[in-house]
C-alpha cells in the first residue's frame, strides 16, 4: 500500500510540512492508512507523521569563528574576493595552524563567513572538538556543524474559488489563502487590500533559502527572460548531499532530493527517512514571487519583487555551515572563496529548522544581516505544538505559526513566545469525509519522484500544507512593505504586522468527527503533543497576519524618533532625531515639526531649531520628558508620533576629603600635624631601642 510522503524540512531541521500524494489511495487503502495514522477526527486535527529521529550533527565537524585579532589570520591571510582556489588553500593552512595547536589534525570543510569556516577531524566527535576549539586564545566561538531538513483577485485560474467538480484534482478552495476573509475562512490574509497600493518592486529581493528552483517553471522563470527569478547561488558544500555531482557553485537549480533505501543505508543519509523529491524550494518561491495576472496558473502574494534562489538544502537535509553561509551570501556579506552577491536582498525566507536552541553561529549571522537593515523571516516548526526551532527562535528572526483556514492553530505548527505572527499553513478537515484535501496551500511544483519531469502544481491530492508556507507569505507581506518604504528595518516590519494583525479567534473550530472540544493553546511541553487548539498572543505571536492592513501602515509618512545621546543625563543637551522616519518610494520629508507636549518638570523648552530633522533640548534634573514629531513629505502628507524620554540623574560629584592642614613657621613650611606625631612616635621607639 503506498503511503503518503512528507516533505523535507530545509537541512539541519525536523520535518515540518507535510506533502500528502492521495491520488492513489483508493477508498480501501485511505481507510488503512486512517488506521496507521489515526481517526479520521485526529486527521482533521492535523495530526503530524510519526516523530522522525533527530539529525545528529555532521560527524566531527565544527563551525569555527576567529577573533579578529586572531594571530591565525594574520598568519594565513586572504586577500578581498579571492578566487575561490586561493580561498581553500589559505582555509587548510588555518586548519593546519589550529590542529597543530591542539594535537589533532583538522581538515577545512568551507567557509561560512570571512572569518568563520568549518573544520572536521576524524578523531574527536564534534561536541568534543568543538569544546577543545573554543579554549584556544584565537578562537571566538565553536559550535557542533548541525544538520537541518526543510519544513514545509487576479485572472489567474487557481486563484479563485471554483464550484465542486469544475477541475479533477482542485482544490476548489483555490488559493483560499490569499483572499479576503469570508465565512468560516477567517484565517486569509487579504492580499488583495495590499496590491491594491503595491504588488512588488523590481527593487526588492526576496531570497529562498531552500531546496533550490525549478527555473522552467512557467509561473518563475528566469528575469533574464523576463521571469522572476534572479540567478541565485548553490551553497550545499557536500556533493553526495547536493546530488547535483559537485559542490557550491552559480547553479541553484533543485535536481530532486529524493531519498532511495540504499541512500538511507549509508552514514551520509542516516536517520533520512525514503522519500520522493519535494520540490521545496520551487513551492515557497512561487508563494512569494509567481507570476500573477498573467491569466494562467496561480498567483504569488508579492509578484513585483524579484527571487532570489539560495540553495543550502539537498537530499534529506542541509548544514547549519551552508545554511548560515547562504543567509549572509544572500544579504550581501562576504563569504570567503564564493563571489560577491550582485542583488543583495532585503528579506530573506527560512522554511527549513531544527529542534534546539539558537546557538552562537547562527545568533552571530542573524545579527549582521539584521544590522544591514535586512528583514529574515523563518517558520516556528511543524512538531505537533512543540517549541519554536532554529532558527526562528534566533532574537531578532520573524518567526511565523500556522493557522487553520478558521484561525485556530493548526495540529502540526510549533508555537511558543517567540513567535512574532501567524498565517495560514494549510489543512485538510475533510480528508475523512472524501478523497480531496479541501484547503491545502497551492503552490508551484514539478511532477517528477526523482529527478525533474512536468511543472505544475499542488493540488487536493497532491496537498502541500506545513509552516514552510505560512513563512513565505509573511517573506512577501515583508516584500511588498519594503517596496513602500524601502528603508524600513527588521524590527519595523515586524512591529508594523504585529500591530496591524486581525485578533484570533476563539470560537468556529472543530476536530470533525471526534467530539473532542477544541482548548486554548498553551505553552508547550517536552515531549508532548498539542493539536489543534485556540491561539493566543502569549505563544502564536501578536495575531493573523493582514497584508493589507501592514502595507496600508506603511504606505505613509511614518514618523519616527531616535535619540542620538547615549544615556540622556540632567545638566546635559539631550538630541533627538527624524532620520529613522518612513516616506513612500520616490517620495521625499520636506520637513518636520517638534513640539514639548510634556515638560515633565525637567525642561523649558527646545535649544535649537525645530524645523529640522534633529532638535535638542538640556534637561534641569532627572525624569520624564515628551516631545511630539510630525513630518512632511513632498506631498504634503502628514504622519506624527509622541516620544518619551528617560533622562538620568546628574551624577553626585565625588567627596574630595580636605587637603591636610599645615603648620605655621618661616624658613622651610610647615608640617601637617599628623606628621609631627608620627614623627614624635617613631622618634621614641628609636631611643627605647638603643637603650636595649
Same mark, same amino acid.
Given at each position: 500500500?503506498?503511503?503518503?510522503?512528507?516533505?523535507?524540512?530545509?537541512?539541519?531541521?525536523?520535518?515540518?510540512?507535510?506533502?500528502?500524494?492521495?491520488?492513489?489511495?483508493?477508498?480501501?487503502?485511505?481507510?488503512?492508512?486512517?488506521?496507521?495514522?489515526?481517526?479520521?477526527?485526529?486527521?482533521?486535527?492535523?495530526?503530524?507523521?510519526?516523530?522522525?529521529?533527530?539529525?545528529?550533527?555532521?560527524?566531527?565537524?565544527?563551525?569555527?569563528?576567529?577573533?579578529?585579532?586572531?594571530?591565525?589570520?594574520? $598568519?594565513?591571510?586572504?586577500?578581498?574576493?579571492?578566487?575561490?582556489?586561493?580561498?581553500?588553500?589559505?582555509?587548510?593552512?588555518?586548519?593546519?595552524?589550529?590542529?597543530?595547536?591542539?594535537?589533532?589534525?583538522?581538515?577545512?570543510?568551507?567557509?561560512?563567513?570571512?572569518?568563520?569556516?568549518?573544520?572536521?577531524?576524524?578523531?574527536?566527535?564534534?561536541?568534543?572538538?568543538?569544546?577543545?576549539?573554543?579554549?584556544?586564545?584565537?578562537?571566538?566561538?565553536?559550535?557542533?556543524?548541525?544538520?537541518?531538513?526543510?519544513?514545509?483577485?487576479?485572472?489567474?485560474?487557481?486563484?479563485?474559488?471554483?464550484?465542486?467538480?469544475?477541475?479533477?484534482?482542485?482544490?476548489?478552495?483555490?488559493?483560499?489563502?490569499?483572499?479576503?476573509?469570508?465565512?468560516?475562512?477567517?484565517?486569509? *490574509?487579504? *492580499?488583495?487590500?495590499?496590491?491594491?497600493?503595491?504588488?512588488?518592486?523590481?527593487?526588492?529581493?526576496?531570497?529562498?533559502?531552500?531546496?533550490?528552483? $525549478?527555473?522552467?517553471?512557467?509561473?518563475? %522563470?528566469?528575469?533574464?527572460?523576463?521571469?522572476?527569478?534572479?540567478?541565485?547561488?548553490?551553497?550545499?558544500?557536500?556533493?553526495?548531499?547536493?546530488?547535483?555531482?559537485?559542490?557550491?557553485?552559480?547553479?541553484?537549480?533543485?535536481?530532486?532530493?529524493?531519498?532511495?533505501?540504499?541512500?538511507?543505508?549509508?552514514?551520509?543519509?542516516?536517520?533520512?527517512?525514503? /522519500?520522493?523529491?519535494?520540490?521545496?524550494?520551487?513551492?515557497?518561491?512561487?508563494?512569494?514571487?509567481?507570476?500573477?495576472?498573467?491569466?494562467?496558473?496561480?498567483?504569488?502574494?508579492?509578484?513585483?519583487?524579484?527571487?532570489?534562489?539560495?540553495?543550502?538544502?539537498?537530499?534529506?537535509?542541509?548544514?547549519?555551515?551552508?545554511?548560515?553561509?547562504?543567509?549572509?551570501?544572500?544579504?550581501?556579506?562576504?563569504?570567503?572563496?564564493?563571489?560577491?552577491?550582485?542583488?543583495?536582498?532585503?528579506?530573506?525566507?527560512?522554511?527549513?529548522?531544527?529542534?534546539?536552541?539558537?546557538?552562537?553561529?547562527?545568533?552571530?549571522?542573524?545579527?549582521?544581516?539584521?544590522? $544591514?537593515?535586512?528583514?529574515?523571516?523563518?517558520?516556528?516548526?511543524?512538531?505537533?505544538?512543540?517549541?519554536?526551532?532554529?532558527?526562528?527562535?534566533?532574537?531578532?528572526?520573524?518567526?511565523?505559526?500556522?493557522?487553520?483556514?478558521?484561525?485556530?492553530?493548526?495540529?502540526?505548527?510549533?508555537?511558543?513566545?517567540?513567535?512574532?505572527?501567524?498565517?495560514?499553513?494549510?489543512?485538510?478537515?475533510?480528508?475523512?469525509?472524501?478523497?480531496?484535501?479541501?484547503?491545502? *496551500?497551492?503552490?508551484?511544483?514539478?511532477?517528477?519522484?526523482?529527478?525533474?519531469?512536468?511543472?505544475?502544481?499542488?493540488?487536493?491530492?497532491?496537498?502541500?500544507?506545513?509552516? /514552510?508556507?505560512?513563512?513565505?507569505?509573511?517573506?512577501?507581506?515583508?516584500?511588498?512593505?519594503?517596496?513602500?518604504?524601502?528603508?524600513?528595518?527588521?524590527?519595523?516590519?515586524?512591529?508594523?504586522?504585529?500591530?496591524?494583525?486581525?485578533?484570533?479567534?476563539?470560537?468556529?473550530?472543530?476536530?470533525?468527527?471526534?467530539?473532542?472540544?477544541?482548548?486554548?493553546?498553551?505553552?508547550?511541553?517536552?515531549?508532548?503533543?498539542?493539536?489543534?487548539?485556540?491561539?493566543?498572543?502569549?505563544?502564536?505571536?501578536?495575531?493573523?497576519?493582514?497584508?493589507?492592513?501592514?502595507?496600508?501602515?506603511?504606505?505613509?509618512?511614518?514618523?519616527?524618533?531616535?535619540?542620538?545621546?547615549?544615556?540622556?543625563?540632567?545638566?546635559?543637551?539631550?538630541?533627538?532625531?527624524?532620520?529613522?522616519?518612513?516616506?513612500?518610494?520616490?517620495?521625499? *520629508?520636506?520637513?518636520?515639526?517638534?513640539?514639548?507636549?510634556?515638560?515633565g518638570g525637567i525642561v523649558n523648552g527646545f535649544s535649537s531649531a525645530t524645523n529640522a530633522s534633529t532638535a535638542s533640548l538640556t534637561p534641569s534634573a532627572g525624569g520624564v520628558f515628551s516631545v511630539r514629531l510630525t513630518t512632511t513629505d513632498d506631498l504634503g502628507r502628514t504622519g506624527s508620533v509622541d516620544f518619551a524620554v528617560s533622562v538620568a540623574a546628574a551624577p553626585?560629584?565625588?567627596?574630595?576629603?580636605?587637603?591636610?592642614?599645615?603648620?605655621? %613657621?618661616? %624658613?622651610?613650611?610647615?608640617?601637617?600635624?599628623?606628621?609631627?606625631?608620627?614623627?614624635?612616635?617613631?622618634?621614641?621607639?628609636?631611643?627605647?631601642?638603643?637603650?636595649?
Amino acid at each position: 500500500m503506498p503511503f503518503p510522503s512528507f516533505t523535507r524540512l530545509a537541512p539541519g531541521l525536523n520535518c515540518l510540512d507535510m506533502k500528502i500524494g492521495m491520488h492513489s489511495l483508493l477508498p480501501a487503502a485511505l481507510a488503512a492508512w486512517l488506521g496507521l495514522f489515526g481517526t479520521v477526527g485526529a486527521l482533521g486535527a492535523e495530526r503530524s507523521p510519526p516523530p522522525r529521529a533527530a539529525l545528529a550533527p555532521m560527524d566531527g565537524e565544527v563551525i569555527v569563528r576567529f577573533k579578529a585579532d586572531a594571530s591565525v589570520l594574520r $598568519r594565513h591571510a586572504l586577500a578581498a574576493r579571492a578566487p575561490a582556489s586561493d580561498a581553500r588553500s589559505v582555509l587548510e593552512q588555518r586548519a593546519g595552524t589550529l590542529g597543530g595547536r591542539i594535537g589533532h589534525t583538522l581538515e577545512s570543510r568551507g567557509a561560512v563567513g570571512e572569518r568563520e569556516q568549518v573544520l572536521r577531524s576524524a578523531t574527536l566527535p564534534a561536541a568534543d572538538l568543538a569544546r577543545v576549539l573554543a579554549a584556544d586564545a584565537d578562537v571566538e566561538f565553536a559550535v557542533p556543524n548541525g544538520r537541518r531538513r526543510a519544513l514545509v483577485a487576479p485572472n489567474d485560474p487557481l486563484y479563485a474559488a471554483t464550484a465542486p467538480g469544475v477541475r479533477a484534482n482542485g482544490p476548489d478552495s483555490g488559493q483560499w489563502y490569499l483572499r479576503a476573509p469570508a465565512g468560516t475562512i477567517t484565517s486569509a *490574509i487579504d *492580499i488583495e487590500s495590499a496590491w491594491a497600493r503595491t504588488t512588488g518592486s523590481a527593487s526588492v529581493v526576496v531570497a529562498v533559502l531552500d531546496t533550490g528552483v $525549478r527555473f522552467e517553471h512557467p509561473d518563475l %522563470g528566469r528575469v533574464a527572460n523576463g521571469g522572476k527569478l534572479l540567478p541565485g547561488y548553490d551553497m550545499v558544500s557536500n556533493s553526495t548531499v547536493a546530488n547535483d555531482g559537485n559542490g557550491r557553485d552559480d547553479d541553484p537549480s533543485d535536481p530532486g532530493d529524493w531519498v532511495t533505501s540504499a541512500d538511507a543505508a549509508t552514514s551520509t543519509f542516516r536517520d533520512c527517512d525514503v /522519500s520522493s523529491s519535494s520540490w521545496h524550494g520551487t513551492a515557497t518561491s512561487s508563494l512569494v514571487g509567481a507570476a500573477t495576472n498573467n491569466a494562467a496558473g496561480m498567483a504569488g502574494a508579492a509578484p513585483g519583487v524579484r527571487v532570489l534562489p539560495v540553495r543550502v538544502l539537498g537530499k534529506c537535509y542541509g548544514t547549519d555551515s551552508d545554511i548560515i553561509a547562504g543567509m549572509r551570501w544572500a544579504a550581501g556579506i562576504a563569504v570567503d572563496g564564493v563571489p560577491a552577491n550582485p542583488n543583495p536582498a532585503k528579506v530573506l525566507n527560512l522554511s527549513l529548522g531544527g529542534s534546539g536552541s539558537c546557538n552562537t553561529a547562527y545568533q552571530t549571522a542573524v545579527n549582521e544581516i539584521i544590522s $544591514r537593515g535586512v528583514i529574515i523571516v523563518a517558520a516556528a516548526g511543524n512538531g505537533a505544538g512543540g517549541a519554536v526551532g532554529v532558527p526562528a527562535n534566533c532574537n531578532g528572526v520573524i518567526a511565523v505559526l500556522g493557522l487553520r483556514h478558521v484561525g485556530s492553530k493548526v495540529g502540526f505548527s510549533d508555537l511558543g513566545p517567540e513567535v512574532a505572527i501567524a498565517a495560514p499553513g494549510g489543512n485538510c478537515v475533510n480528508i475523512g469525509a472524501g478523497d480531496a484535501c479541501l484547503y491545502p *496551500i497551492l503552490a508551484a511544483t514539478n511532477s517528477g519522484s526523482q529527478g525533474p519531469l512536468t511543472s505544475g502544481y499542488t493540488n487536493s491530492f497532491d496537498i502541500s500544507v506545513g509552516t /514552510s508556507f505560512s513563512s513565505p507569505l509573511v517573506a512577501a507581506v515583508a516584500g511588498l512593505m519594503a517596496s513602500q518604504q524601502p528603508l524600513i528595518t527588521a524590527a519595523q516590519v515586524k512591529s508594523t504586522i504585529q500591530s496591524t494583525a486581525r485578533v484570533f479567534p476563539t470560537t468556529g473550530a472543530d476536530n470533525g468527527t471526534d467530539p473532542t472540544p477544541v482548548t486554548a493553546c498553551r505553552a508547550p511541553q517536552n515531549n508532548v503533543e498539542q493539536l489543534q487548539c485556540y491561539c493566543n498572543t502569549a505563544v502564536c505571536g501578536a495575531g493573523m497576519l493582514d497584508a493589507g492592513r501592514a502595507v496600508a501602515a506603511v504606505s505613509q509618512v511614518v514618523a519616527k524618533v531616535t535619540v542620538l545621546t547615549i544615556a540622556p543625563t540632567a545638566g546635559s543637551a539631550v538630541t533627538l532625531s527624524a532620520a529613522d522616519s518612513l516616506v513612500e518610494a520616490g517620495r521625499v *520629508i520636506t520637513a518636520w515639526n517638534w513640539l514639548l507636549i510634556d515638560s515633565g518638570g525637567i525642561v523649558n523648552g527646545f535649544s535649537s531649531a525645530t524645523n529640522a530633522s534633529t532638535a535638542s533640548l538640556t534637561p534641569s534634573a532627572g525624569g520624564v520628558f515628551s516631545v511630539r514629531l510630525t513630518t512632511t513629505d513632498d506631498l504634503g502628507r502628514t504622519g506624527s508620533v509622541d516620544f518619551a524620554v528617560s533622562v538620568a540623574a546628574a551624577p553626585t560629584p565625588p567627596v574630595v576629603n580636605p587637603p591636610p592642614t599645615t603648620g605655621g %613657621g618661616g %624658613g622651610g613650611g610647615g608640617m601637617a600635624a599628623g606628621w609631627v606625631a608620627l614623627l614624635g612616635l617613631a622618634t621614641a621607639l628609636l631611643l627605647r631601642d638603643r637603650r636595649r
